[in-house]
């Protein structure tokens, strides 16, 4: 025989009242969104004068046609494609690599490895040292220097350990007394059981190295090889130089009804787009990969 709980009416209410106030919070954080959209479809006219809110006012594309035959916005997209695919399958690599044998209880001096780590997220070597130790390795202006020092995330690590942990020890003893190695293991065992975390943490890096500009604003001085979010910002340094900063080749065509704060619109859109688009395929992953390898049970 079912059993129904019954709510009382202040439970209801604040049930209603939560609801309501995250549907607003989620309303508001779409605003700012809206606004590029709008500003990115307008008039030249319609942008400067101040009339567009939310929806475009004398709806064009030219500015988008402007953007993508940019020769230096092109450029910059294909850099930072290069960093996040590149850094976030060495990233996860070495971060797997990592956490697998500290989630074993038998690995001698565990204790001290999982401090070690730890003792990076509180202390780190400074902007000079680190910039010296870069040049000394001959990695200035190279794009291997905007991902190779941010292979392991201490906080991602620790999460894919506690995934691991949680992994049934009978599978590993199983495939043991079949004759299989720690690597086979992992490879054939661990990680195809780890889907859930693995996409997480790799949608996790994958937006860290495509939002990045520090890195590159520090490191690179061709701008051949700046990647797309460093061009976003030199884009906004100062609004009047929109056009020539963005693209040596300017398409007069598309150029005539498109203002600096269109193009800088444009240009946001654009390079918020992949993560957009990754996101979906990674949605059924996500909770579940957060809750089941951050709390241990």
């Not at 064009?60 to 046609?65: C, M, V």
């Not at 086979?184 to 943490?201: E, G």
Request: net charge positive.
């Amino acid at each position: 025989m079912k059993t129904s709980i019954q709510t009382s009416l202040g439970e209801k209410i604040f049930t209603v009242f939560n609801y309501t106030l995250f549907i607003l919070f989620s309303i508001t954080t779409l605003f700012p969104f809206l606004n590029l959209i709008a500003k990115s479809l307008s008039s030249e006219t319609a942008v400067l004068s101040g009339q567009v809110n939310l929806l475009p006012v004398d709806l064009q594309f030219g500015t988008y046609k402007f953007v993508a035959s940019s020769s230096m916005f092109l450029n910059a997209f294909q850099v930072s494609i290069f960093i996040t695919v590149c850094g976030t399958l060495c990233a996860l690599l070495m971060t797997t690599l990592a956490a697998y044998p500290l989630s074993k209880t038998r690995l001698r001096g565990r204790k001290f490895f999982i401090l070690m780590y730890i003792f990076t997220m509180l202390f780190s070597g400074g902007l000079i040292p680190t910039y010296l130790l870069m040049r000394g390795l001959g990695l200035i202006d190279q794009l291997p220097v905007l991902f190779l020092p941010a292979m392991i995330s201490v906080y991602n690590m620790l999460i894919i350990k506690s995934y691991f942990e949680n992994l049934p020890d009978g599978l590993e003893e199983s495939a043991k007394l079949d004759g299989a190695s720690n690597l086979t293991i992992l490879w054939r065992i661990t990680l195809p059981l780890s889907m859930p975390v693995l996409a997480t943490i790799g949608l996790f890096y994958a937006v860290q190295f495509w939002n990045d500009y520090f890195a590159s604003l520090i490191y690179m001085n061709t701008p051949e090889k700046k990647p797309l979010q460093l061009y976003l910002k030199e884009l906004f340094v100062t609004s009047s130089d929109a056009f020539l900063r963005s693209g040596s080749h300017i398409n007069i065509d598309a150029a005539m009804n498109a203002s600096p704060q269109s193009i800088q619109a444009a240009s946001i859109i654009l390079a918020t787009l992949p993560i957009l688009l990754v996101y979906p395929f990674l949605q059924k992953y996500f909770v579940k990969g957060v809750l089941i390898g951050s709390v241990k049970g």
